[in-house]
């Protein structure tokens, strides 16, 4: 291939990933995904882990020089603040560095996969500072398993559902009993009955899940001693329509809240995609609570937006015969 061929493939796959990319994120949006891709929350995440980055290696670098910087006298409230630091900045940069490879994940990987993939992410990244910390705060695997008991009861005491979190959150990423993007119904009486939404992220401490336009972040804990059901997403009506220049998508999004009677998933969702001439072509969407209704569904969209297009055309119709009267 000559040079300019090789150049116009690349053109070509970057443009079809960025086309994926978009129609995945429009799909992703009433799971709660289009948070983790929104450009400006990659920017802040990347922004926030460049600062974070140069203040860990100063930590340590204090840490290292605490002697020629504040003699011996400080040994113990430097070694204190360092390992403080390292896991509160530890798990801060975690946090971003994950939200800020999030779009290459969901990029490359299917949702399931990349979610994974962005947990075990943070998880090594925080098990790493985290073993840097109890290096430093002179604990070592001897002193461990000595010192265990006492150990276990002074974390057990002060930290009890942030490592039952933590520890149910490794269980459920091995068990995998459900994957990012898939819609379950959690039944447990942590949750006062049943829970039912669309697994948008795998956190350290919680999952989170989408229920139209709320979010639920459940603790791991909850999750691990609940029952799981998984169900099935119901396919989308996605249509477009040709309609006037002077309708307005919260026109049509008015008509279709007042003629849609099927329950739904979330509100229809309404987009502009092209102006042609007098005319514009509006993207519906709209998603159903369960998955028989979905040709009742269409029927009442397409019966509404039937009227819309019929009421308009009469009123076209009639302008015409006023003009021609008036002529």
Do not use: C
């Not at 992410?121 to 910390?133: C, G, K, S, Y």
């Not at 102006?275 to 029927?299: C, F, K, N, Y």
């Amino acid at each position: 291939m000559s040079p300019r061929q090789i150049k116009r493939f690349k053109s070509s796959r970057e443009k079809a990933l960025e086309r994926m990319l978009q129609t995945r994120s429009h799909a992703w949006e009433e799971v709660g995904l289009a948070r983790q891709l929104g450009q400006r929350a990659v920017k802040r995440a990347r922004r926030q882990a460049l600062v974070l980055l140069p203040l860990l290696a100063g930590v340590l670098a204090l840490y290292s020089y605490r002697e020629d910087l504040f003699g011996s006298g400080w040994e113990t409230p430097v070694r204190i603040f360092t390992v403080i630091a390292l896991v509160i900045l530890g798990w801060a940069f975690a946090r971003d560095v994950g939200r800020a490879i999030a779009p290459d994940l969901f990029r490359r990987m299917d949702p399931g996969t990349a979610g994974t993939v962005g947990f075990l992410l943070r998880l090594t990244t925080v098990a790493i500072f985290t073993v840097a910390a109890l290096r430093i705060a002179g604990i070592r695997p001897e002193t461990l398993a000595v010192g265990g008991a006492f150990t276990a009861v002074v974390i057990g005491l002060a930290a009890q559902q942030t490592l039952g979190n933590l520890i149910a959150g490794t269980v459920l990423l091995s068990a995998r009993p459900f994957r990012v993007g898939e819609r379950v119904r959690l039944q447990a009486g942590g949750i006062a009955g049943t829970l039912e939404g669309v697994v948008s992220s795998l956190g350290l401490l919680y999952t989170t899940l989408a229920h139209g336009e709320d979010r639920i972040m459940v603790p791991n804990s909850i999750v691990l001693s609940a029952a799981i059901v998984p169900l099935k997403e119901p396919a989308s009506v996605d249509l477009r329509a040709r309609l006037d220049l002077t309708v307005k998508p919260t026109t049509v999004q008015e008509l279709l809240e007042q003629a849609i009677s099927v329950p739904l998933r979330s509100r229809p969702d309404i987009g502009v995609e092209e102006i042609d001439g007098d005319e514009v072509v509006m993207r519906i969407q709209a998603t159903p609570e369960h998955s028989r209704d979905g040709a009742r569904l269409a029927d009442e969209i397409l019966t509404a937006m039937a009227t819309l297009t019929h009421e308009h055309a009469q009123a076209r119709a009639g302008a015409r015969e006023n003009g021609a009267d008036a002529g």
